[in-house]
Every structure is written in structure tokens, then in C-alpha cells.
């Protein structure tokens, strides 16, 4: 995504803007910003295309947090009590030095409203069939463990390949939110895998 730009509002014409079909975004006074996450690090772009993450810092950190590669647009924005102050914003816009400008004393947020892209899986053509290839020669016709309820088209292999799955936590009833598959794994036998939590 080089050559991503945020998305720049246009003259719509006149028009009727009303009715079910009809979503209106609240109005920020504030900067529009692009938001890039890949592989965990994080991009913040000016519309113009210009680096902002010296400028905002603290939102490239909150954005960092483990998850998936996203690309969206957004708005940077501070307030002044309960309302948007661009004048209050100002005070960091011009700031390049990621020190200075938590030190700054005005606090900012992103708001993002288009998810122009977003990339979960981390499963490619090529990662797809190699685990088809690897998984055909490891099949079985009955699961390999007890709990839950699997739908019926569902295919069984020897537990035998390890996969590294980052994710972002585990849910009360003991499932992945947001796996993301990172790659087989040859270190470790499956017979040594446990359940990992957070430490």
C-alpha cells in the first residue's frame, strides 16, 4: 500500500439524504489520517502522504496492539471539553519530536470510520497448499479429541504439525479471537503443546 492516500471528501451534489439507506458519520474537527498495520508495526499518513507518527506517537502505540493488518481511514482529533477543538489540535500538528509531543499537555484520539482492508488469516496461496499437501497424508476419518462440536463437513488429521497462531486473547469459553496463522513450526513435537496464556 505505497501509494495509499487517506480519502479526501467531495462535492456529492444535491441530493435527498435521508431514509434507511442513509449512515451519517459525526462531524470532527480535527485532521484526517491514514492508518497502516502490518506485521505489528503501525504507519500514520497526513493526506498528503506525510509521515505522522512522531507527531502522534501515543496513537501509534494504542494502534500497535497485537492484531490484524488493517489499512484505514480516520480522523486525529483533541477536545476541549466535550467538543472536537481543532484550535486545541493545532498545538501538536506541528510537533516532529515523538518526546515533545507527549509532553505537550493535549491529549489526542483517532477516530476510524473506513476500514479500507483488512487481512486476518495470514494464510497466502502458497501457505494453503502446503498445508493441504501436508494435512492429505495425515488424514483420519474420526477427531482426535472430545470436546466441542465440529460441523459435520469437517475433515480430521493426526495432531502432528505444530503451527505458531498469534491471536489477541482467549474467550471465556476457550477459544482464539483473532488467530492469525504465522507458519508451521518443526522445534517442538505436538505432543508438547499446551494451552499458553499472557504472562
Not at 483488512?118 to 493441504?132: K, Y
Request: aromatic residues 8%; neutral net charge.
Amino acid at each position: 500500500m505505497t501509494g495509499y492516500r487517506p480519502m479526501k471528501a467531495v462535492l456529492g451534489g444535491e441530493r435527498e439524504c435521508h431514509g434507511p439507506g442513509w449512515v451519517f458519520e459525526r462531524k470532527l474537527d480535527g485532521v484526517r489520517c491514514g492508518v497502516l498495520r502490518e506485521g505489528g508495526e503501525v504507519r500514520l499518513l497526513s493526506r498528503t502522504g506525510e509521515r505522522l507518527d512522531d507527531t502522534y506517537p501515543e496513537l501509534v502505540q494504542a494502534l500497535r496492539a497485537d492484531g490484524p493488518n488493517i489499512v484505514a481511514d480516520g480522523e486525529v482529533v483533541a477536545f476541549a471539553g466535550p467538543r472536537t477543538s481543532f484550535e486545541r489540535l493545532q498545538r501538536r500538528m506541528q510537533i516532529r519530536d515523538p518526546e515533545r509531543a507527549r509532553r505537550s499537555g493535549v491529549a489526542v484520539y483517532c477516530y476510524l470510520f473506513d476500514l479500507l482492508e483488512l487481512v486476518g488469516t495470514g494464510f497466502d496461496e502458497a501457505a494453503l497448499e502446503r498445508l493441504g499437501d501436508e494435512l492429505e497424508h495425515r488424514e483420519q476419518p474420526s477427531p482426535p479429541f472430545a470436546a466441542g462440536q465440529p460441523p459435520r463437513s469437517a475433515r480430521w488429521a493426526r495432531p502432528e504439525l505444530v503451527a505458531q497462531i498469534a491471536f489477541t486473547e482467549w474467550t471465556r469459553d476457550g477459544r482464539l479471537r483473532h488467530p492469525r496463522y504465522q507458519g508451521l513450526r518443526s522445534d517442538k513435537p505436538a505432543r508438547e503443546v499446551v494451552r499458553e496464556e499472557r504472562g
